[in-house]
């Protein structure tokens, strides 16, 4: 017999897990095309068709952030329906325990949290990725003017009259508040996107807003080569700017995240951010499971009637709003390295977990 109410308890979790999936993310895609055609009001290119197909390669990744309160409303409505329909009652008197039914719920949400996090994270950076590439061309976001890999540093700096600066650097190391680079070469291109002058120089530094060159040479076409040993440049970059320009750390797959922080690092970055999101990406099954607690706490009453229903209901809700505001929070000191990044990015799970058992075990248990 627990079987086979496991099998059915884990039939009406799914459905209502899909159900609930597919209203959600109805309803984001429409806001969210509702978002686009108000930012590209102007743009010509972009059609319905057009806007409707980048918010669906934008809809995966922004799935991920409602996830948590997708299983809380698919565990509420499998509660729901098996008090309405009195199965709840004849399960109880047979002596089955309250968590022999949740049993199946915890495997499906910790089996679907692991999947989401192995499988369908990557899924959704890489078209977030497309979504980026696609946007730009009609005119949605702006260029990454910062770019830092195995190849070097590109820094882009936008001037005056459509005029840009490019900054290049086969390496780069932080120390101290202050960017060393070596083998620098720095291109001014005006308007028309003609290089009117470029400095190279074999080691430097930015520091308070200038770059500081050593040997350097400067060339500008129709004119010798100028050797100088010493000279600045004025930026209006800073070391905290060009943190700000890496890639978000929800745009990048979780299985690439690693190897982005230790290469990060390596050049004297801070990747606390990165590692706050992947702690909070192995956490996040932890948190499913926390959240099936939290609707258990409000749908396992055996009162079936309408305003007791819309009591639970809307203490079911306040409390995941409570609980993602304080994911919020701790997940923004642990950024800021106010608190230890395992303790920001576990704790939610964690607390909501603990305080999900404990009402559990005192409304059913006594």
């Given at each position: 017999?627990?079987?086979?109410?496991?099998?059915?308890?884990?039939?009406?979790?799914?459905?209502?897990?899909?159900?609930?999936?597919?209203?959600?993310?109805?309803?984001?895609?429409?806001?969210?095309?509702?978002?686009?055609?108000?930012?590209?009001?102007?743009?010509?290119?972009?059609?319905?068709?057009?806007?409707?197909?980048?918010?669906?390669?934008?809809?995966?990744?922004?799935?991920?952030?409602?996830?948590?309160?997708?299983?809380?409303?698919?565990?509420?409505?499998?509660?729901?329906?098996?008090?309405?329909s009195s199965e709840l009652v004849v399960v109880r008197a047979a002596g089955v325990s309250v968590w022999q039914i949740l049993t199946p719920l915890f495997l499906l949400a910790m089996v679907l949290g692991t999947v989401n996090v192995a499988v369908v994270n990557p899924i959704a950076a890489t078209l977030f990725t497309q979504f980026e590439r696609a946007g730009?061309?009609?005119?949605?976001?702006?260029?990454?003017?910062?770019?830092?890999?195995?190849?070097?540093?590109?820094?882009?700096?936008?001037?005056?009259?459509?005029?840009?600066?490019?900054?290049?650097?086969?390496?780069?190391?932080?120390?101290?508040?202050?960017?060393?680079?070596?083998?620098?070469?720095?291109?001014?291109?005006?308007?028309?996107?003609?290089?009117?002058?470029?400095?190279?120089?074999?080691?430097?530094?930015?520091?308070?807003?200038?770059?500081?060159?050593?040997?350097?040479?400067?060339?500008?076409?129709?004119?010798?080569?100028?050797?100088?040993?010493?000279?600045?440049?004025?930026?209006?970059?800073?070391?905290?700017?060009?943190?700000?320009?890496?890639?978000?750390?929800?745009?990048?797959?979780?299985?690439?995240?690693?190897?982005?922080?230790?290469?990060?690092?390596?050049?004297?970055?801070?990747?606390?951010?990165?590692?706050?999101?992947?702690?909070?990406?192995?956490?996040?099954?932890?948190?499913?499971?926390?959240?099936?607690?939290?609707?258990?706490?409000?749908?396992?009453?055996?009162?079936?009637?309408?305003?007791?229903?819309?009591?639970?209901?809307?203490?079911?809700?306040?409390?995941?709003?409570?609980?993602?505001?304080?994911?919020?929070?701790?997940?923004?000191?642990?950024?800021?390295?106010?608190?230890?990044?395992?303790?920001?990015?576990?704790?939610?799970?964690?607390?909501?977990?603990?305080?999900?058992?404990?009402?559990?075990?005192?409304?059913?248990?006594?």
């Amino acid at each position: 017999m627990i079987l086979t109410l496991i099998g059915y308890v884990a039939r009406q979790f799914l459905m209502a897990l899909a159900v609930t999936l597919l209203a959600v993310a109805a309803l984001i895609l429409l806001f969210d095309v509702i978002e686009l055609l108000r930012q590209t009001a102007r743009v010509p290119e972009a059609t319905v068709g057009l806007l409707t197909r980048l918010s669906l390669l934008r809809l995966p990744l922004v799935l991920q952030t409602a996830l948590p309160f997708v299983f809380l409303a698919a565990a509420f409505i499998t509660f729901w329906r098996l008090v309405r329909s009195s199965e709840l009652v004849v399960v109880r008197a047979a002596g089955v325990s309250v968590w022999q039914i949740l049993t199946p719920l915890f495997l499906l949400a910790m089996v679907l949290g692991t999947v989401n996090v192995a499988v369908v994270n990557p899924i959704a950076a890489t078209l977030f990725t497309q979504f980026e590439r696609a946007g730009r061309a009609i005119g949605l976001g702006s260029d990454n003017p910062f770019s830092l890999s195995r190849g070097g540093m590109w820094l882009r700096e936008a001037g005056e009259d459509g005029a840009y600066t490019v900054v290049h650097a086969r390496n780069a190391r932080q120390d101290a508040r202050m960017l060393h680079l070596d083998s620098i070469m720095i291109m001014f291109v005006d308007d028309a996107s003609r290089s009117v002058r470029r400095l190279d120089a074999p080691t430097g530094r930015m520091q308070g807003g200038r770059f500081i060159l050593t040997d350097a040479v400067i060339s500008v076409p129709g004119r010798a080569p100028d050797r100088r040993p010493f000279m600045t440049v004025e930026t209006g970059l800073s070391i905290t700017k060009i943190e700000e320009k890496f890639a978000a750390p929800e745009t990048i797959s979780f299985w690439d995240l690693p190897g982005f922080i230790a290469f990060f690092e390596s050049a004297g970055f801070s990747a606390n951010a990165h590692r706050m999101h992947w702690h909070a990406l192995v956490s996040s099954p932890i948190m499913l499971c926390a959240m099936v607690l939290v609707a258990a706490v409000f749908g396992l009453g055996t009162n079936g009637r309408r305003g007791a229903w819309l009591a639970r209901l809307a203490g079911a809700v306040v409390s995941g709003f409570v609980v993602y505001f304080f994911s919020q929070v701790t997940y923004t000191l642990g950024q800021s390295q106010a608190l230890p990044v395992t303790m920001a990015a576990w704790s939610p799970a964690a607390i909501t977990g603990l305080l999900g058992l404990a009402l559990v075990f005192h409304l059913e248990d006594g």
